[in-house]
Nanobody
Framework: QVQLVESGGGLVQAGGSLRLSCAASGSDARLNAMGWYRQAPGKQRELVARITSGGSTRYGDSVKGRFAISRDNAKNTVTLQMNSLKPEDTAVYYC???????????WGQGTLVTVSS
């Protein structure tokens, strides 16, 4: 069974940076799209960034130009570099991935990012 484990969340001041990592275990096959979503209190979960196995990326409008997603296909890991953080970036960040062959979507347990003003 494939599992995702996130790491790297924490408390940072506005304008600072954090790097989130997500590692998949339980699969020798390359995962398909991997990505990050976030959910702030009282709000719906929203896309932060997504990356295909071929390296194509997609970002949420609110993070474009500040966040960068990357992945290591050999290790089935995905990383989110977050720069110029704002208080409105405060949320629980979830890693997700599509598991072949049927693109079953799986989620990590989430990691909290808190940006203080």
């Amino acid at each position: 069974q494939v599992q995702l484990v996130e790491s790297g969340g924490g408390l940072v001041q506005a304008g600072g940076s954090l790097r989130l990592s997500c590692a998949a275990s339980g699969s020798d096959a390359r995962l398909n799209a991997m990505g990050w979503y976030r959910q702030a209190p009282g709000k719906q979960r929203e896309l932060v960034a997504r990356i295909t196995s071929g390296g194509s990326t997609r970002y949420g409008d609110s993070v474009k130009g500040r966040f960068a997603i990357s992945r290591d296909n050999a290790k089935n890991t995905v990383t989110l570099q977050m720069n110029s953080l704002k208080p409105e970036d405060t949320a629980v960040y979830y890693c997700d991935a599509l598991v072949p062959p049927r693109d079953l979507e799986i989620w990590g347990q989430g990691t909290l990012v808190t940006v203080s003003s």
